[in-house]
């Protein structure tokens, strides 16, 4: 038995037979070429590379559409690395100049980068090696024409072991066998976490080396939720984990079957998930998951990589999507939700004096951003309320802090819908508009705001990070961040009390709701709308169809009167656990 | 009107000059007409060790294998007609940690601005 330790980053348990992935080996012709072939040569690399583009491109295209924008994402740097100009010259000249075979020249010159980067001192940077060596066997794939090797021709479940998955390698395993993945290499941003997470299987990375130590066909054991491997276990932990492995499979099979059934509490109280989206493709995972509707299309997408605005087009094409996909369920739409840090230069006149931006999240940001930048907050506005003529749109703006913000906010709505009006466009002139509460001072004066706006949603993320003046991307003071902090609580619960007692629906889309952790004390502080990310929607709706009302508030009324997170985390921990013991591996 | 220009360049974002970072460096070079050859520097004004000590501004390679990190510094050099405006732009870029912080943010923390 061989018991490794590495970096946890999907979770969940595996238990398989070890399919070991080696490192693909090609044999390259060490030959010359004849001086009258090379223009041939040179014709030949250039299909083959303009194949092995087209190949990655259509990889890329199935991942994003089988596991989402985020784990395509990642072909991006191969692609850019394969149409680099001077790689191909380099290549080329050594054809041409000293008559290499182009295979020849393709291994020389990438290993020339290969070596630098293998040696460089920044382990990120050094990382790259494995792109370059994947590049290699694209192009050298596309010369020889060799057939894809046939450890990617599954035909029973594996778990699967490498030095590290690279991108291509990923995009051609069969899917439906691999049960979990473990890499020595890698941490948790890899490329190996981002495809599992997509994948929705056990992964771990960064485990040291270790391959040379296992057979293919030997058990392993992955644990996803705790960073370990065991190879061979012995019959004792073997016959633990198999019981742990019925115990979330158990889980998940019942998951599965409220899919249909609505989140309704044990006395009959109907509590409402709607699901947080990032990019338009998410939202039918929104749907198969249960989502009433999207509580929070976040549209930062659209804005960021690249160094133009998007079109009024763009936007209503990304937001078209989204409500064709959720027929009549209501969809979200947050407006501009960015730092002025985090935009190109060029958009914006120089004299805003936004480049002395020395603390950007009490900067200009977000809705005042929008609000200096009229031209680019109109036209996501006037895409946002043409899309309102096709399905169930409701505007949402981000940050506000004061009173005239939400009053200039709705005044250019008005002013874009007069525009679309005269211009005979159509729109829905009754579509909602809220605002997320998500700075202290908009929370201690929600009764002012109630009468003017149709809904509320709470941002836990930014209303903990502004309430505790905590930082959470900072390491040193990240560990004050915390859902559970009884402030925010406090905070939550007046909220909550003020836009009942004034009739305006109150929603919560921070981090906090797709945690089932919180989902009791929630319900005991009131809360009915819940806007969870996909993935969290089935294990929320298990709790508010495990508990009462009565339950929760009682939770609740506990909770006020403790003082500290841990404590309060530990405490809705156990009461959870008391209700749903199949939650206990939560962490 | 040929020209050329040069520039300090510092590398402020957390993750370096890395993939997407020169991903932007590149298409931004294709925009213009100059060429970019960038080369790193350490605070004596000498060569620092590791990679690359030149990179072409069009190849994103090249421009990794700078291993140019945060913290660094890159002396920019353009040639061409446009050759100072590409330098401009390349600066803001640059101040603008390449528009990347919000990636990794995003994909680290889950839900960013909830």
């Known amino acids: 038995m061989l018991r490794l330790q590495g970096i946890a980053v999907s979770s969940g348990i595996a238990i398989g037979e070890a399919m070991v992935l080696g490192r693909e080996k090609f044999d390259v012709p060490d030959r010359l070429i004849d001086g009258t072939a090379v223009e041939r040569e040179i014709e030949r690399f250039r299909s083959a590379l303009a194949k092995a583009v087209e190949e990655l491109s259509r990889q890329r295209d199935a991942v994003i559409r089988e596991l989402g924008q985020r784990s395509g994402s990642i072909f991006n740097a191969h692609l850019e690395i394969l149409q680099d100009a001077k790689l191909r010259e380099d290549i080329e000249n050594l054809i041409s100049e000293r008559n290499y075979a182009p295979e020849r020249a393709v291994s020389r010159i990438l290993h020339r980068y290969a070596d630098v980067f293998r040696r460089l001192p920044n382990p990120n940077f050094a990382e790259r090696v494995n792109d370059v060596y994947d590049i290699e066997k694209l192009l050298l794939r596309s010369l020889l024409g060799q057939p894809h090797s046939e450890v990617f021709q599954l035909n029973s479940p594996v778990v699967v072991l490498a030095v590290t998955l690279t991108p291509s390698e990923t995009a051609r395993l069969d899917r439906r066998f691999v049960r979990g993945f473990v890499t020595e290499t890698g ?74 059934l609505p989140a309704e509490t044990l006395d009959g109280t109907r509590i409402h998930l709607f699901g947080n ?120 703006f981000p940050l506000i802090a004061t009173l005239p913000e939400l009053r200039q906010a709705k005044f250019v709505v008005a002013d874009v819908m007069e525009e679309l009006a005269e211009a005979g466009i159509p729109f829905r002139r009754e579509t909602p508009i809220g605002m997320m509460v998500e700075v202290p001072s908009t929370a201690i004066m929600l009764d002012r705001y109630l009468p003017e706006v149709d809904f509320i949603s709470i941002g836990t993320n930014d209303l903990l990070q502004y309430t505790l003046a905590v930082d959470r991307t900072n390491r040193n003071v990240v560990s004050l961040y915390s859902s559970a902090e009884p402030a925010l609580i406090r905070l939550l619960a007046q909220t909550i009390r003020t836009a009942q007692e004034g009739g305006v629906p109150v929603g919560l889309c921070g981090q906090m709701s797709s945690s089932p952790i919180y989902t009791m004390l929630l319900i005991g502080l009131g809360l009915r709308n819940f806007s969870v990310t996909a993935g969290a ?18 939770v609740a009324n506990h909770v006020m009167e403790m003082e500290n997170a841990r404590d309060i985390r530990a405490y809705l921990r156990e009461e959870l656990v008391k209700i749903l013991p199949e939650f206990s591996r939560l962490p | 009107m040929e020209s050329k220009a040069r520039r300090k360049i510092r590398i402020i974002n957390r993750a370096g000059l890395h993939a997407r970072a020169a991903t932007l460096v590149r298409r931004l070079v294709l925009d213009y007409q ?19 000590e ?61």
């Open chain 1, 187 to 260: 941490g948790p941003g890899g490329h190996t976490a981002i495809v599992a997470q997509g994948l929705g299987i056990p992964a771990v990375v960064g485990t040291g080396p270790f391959l040379g130590e296992v057979s293919g066909g030997d058990t392993v054991i992955v644990d996803g939720d705790r960073g370990l491997v065991i190879v061979n276990p012995d019959g004792a932990t073997l016959q633990e984990y198999r019981e742990q492995y019925r115990a979330i499979e158990a889980l998940q099979a019942e998951l599965r079957d409220i899919r249909g």
């Open chain 1, 277 to 396: 989206i990032e990019f338009p493709q998410e939202a039918e995972t929104c749907l198969e998951q249960g989502a009433e509707g999207i509580g929070l299309y976040r549209t930062e997408f659209l804005y960021l990589g690249r160094t133009t605005l998007p079109s009024e087009e763009e936007h209503y094409q990304a937001y078209l999507q989204v409500i064709q996909t959720m027929g009549d369920r209501p969809v979200t739409i947050r407006t501009f939700d960015m730092g002025a840090d985090k935009i190109p230069q060029d958009w914006l006149p120089r004299q805003m004096g936004w480049d002395n931006e020395s603390n950007p999240c009490l900067g200009l940001r977000s809705i005042r951003l929008a609000l200096r930048h009229l031209p680019m907050f109109r036209s996501q506005l006037r895409a946002i309320l043409r899309a309102s003529a096709i399905g169930r749109v409701e505007i949402m």
């Open chain 1, 537 to 554: 929607i089935p294990e929320v709706k298990k709790v508010c169809r495990s508990v009462t009302v009565a339950q929760c508030r009682d």
């Open chain 2, 54 to 114: 030149t990179a072409d501004g069009s190849s994103v390679l090249d421009m990794l294998s700078l291993c140019a990190l945060q913290g660094d510094e890159l002396l920019a050099e353009a040639e061409g007609p446009d050759a100072e405006e590409l330098l401009q732009a390349l600066e803001s870029l640059a101040s603008r940690k390449f528009l990347e912080e919000e990636f990794a943010s995003d994909s680290e923390h889950g839900s960013p601005a909830a």
């Open chain 2, 34 to 52: 100059s060429r970019l050859v960038l080369r790193k520097i350490s605070e004596d004004g000498s060569s620092s060790g590791g990679g690359f």
